[in-house]
């Protein structure tokens, strides 16, 4: 009888993971590629990284094809258009979507009752409680999500302008995002922010420079990274 297999993934705004499991729960095989949440990329782009994530978990498991006895993917909106494309790559009997909040609260948690906060590119908490009631809080994408990477760099990004055209504080994030962009002036760095293809990805890295500038002692980042953090 073939080894019976179960394929986890999870689709976030900077990347996507993959974890091939059998039915004791050991992990086979692990990949990682881009982002598949095609929220933020075509859905081109986005069935690549599927399709590259699933392709590394099986050669890490050293299986030369793979029949998934069940495929649950944590991604928001419903995957529909992203089946065919992971069809191509593993034959699977079973597939469904899960809220990403509750797919990171049944990996995390031994019970059934608690709490996850997701803090990656985006920010999602999800609970549940005795009686089986869930709540979801944030996971609005760009509108919001946050203590995000994607909000921390918003943020950091903002205060930068304001430290410039003299609405906030100096903060050392202005020169640091001048010197990043090659710029002058950091008017001058809007093209190439909005014209970025991938800017949720790209733009989310500056989450590093907040925290690096908050830990340097800078008091605007300090202050992003304190209403971040609640």
Known sequence: MPERLVIGMDVGGTKTRAALVDEVGRVLGQG???????????IDAAARSFQQAIEAARKMAGLKSLQVEHLVIGIEPQPDPLYPHIKKVVKYRG??????GECSMVGGLVEKVGLSLIAGTGS???????????????????IGDEGSAWWLANQG??????????R???TVLLGRLQRHFKVKTLRDACTPIYTDPNVRRTFSQFSRMVMDAAQEGDRTSIDIVKRGAA
């Open 32 to 42: 990682v590629a881009g982002t598949g949440n095609y929220n933020f990329v075509p």
């Open 95 to 100: 597939i469904e979507r899960r809220p990403e």
């Open 124 to 142: 999602v908490g999800f609970g549940r409680n005795k009686k089986g009631r869930t709540h979801v809080t944030s996971c609005w994408g760009t």
């Open 157 to 166: 990004v903002n205060a930068a302008f304001w430290a410039e055209d003299g």
């Open 168 to 170: 906030g504080p100096k």
